[in-house]
Nanobody
């Protein structure tokens, strides 16, 4: 089992920045991938960014503006969001994937609201 706790959401004006943090606890040694997803009402949850080993993946809509980083020593993942746009408004969820003999499991944080508005 992995528990995820997010922090750092809030309201910011267009062009501003926010930094989201996610701390993992529990069976963290089984985590092989961490990332961030977001969801707006009426739409499916979508990938924002993930990191695995030394590689990262970003949604096209955030490339060049968002940066994901992982601190293995602290079992945390950070999402630095710059040049925010109104369309970035969503609930952001931290994700951790674990792998064991029984399969791959996804764990989710409780979500943190990000609002970009004038």
């Amino acid at each position: 089992q992995v528990q995820l706790v997010e922090s750092g959401g809030g309201t910011v004006q267009p062009g501003g920045s926010l930094r989201l943090s996610c701390a993992a606890s529990g069976s963290t040694s089984d985590i092989f991938r961490m990332g961030w997803y977001r969801q707006v009402p009426g739409k499916q949850r979508e990938l924002v960014a993930t990191t695995r080993d030394e590689s990262t993946e970003y949604a096209d809509s955030v490339k060049g503006r968002f940066t994901i980083s992982r601190d293995n020593a602290k079992n945390s993942v950070i999402l630095q969001m710059n040049t925010l746009k109104p369309e970035d408004t969503a609930v952001y969820y931290c994700n951790a994937a674990t792998r064991s003999w029984s399969g791959i499991y996804d764990y989710w944080g409780q979500g943190t609201q990000v609002t970009v508005a004038s």
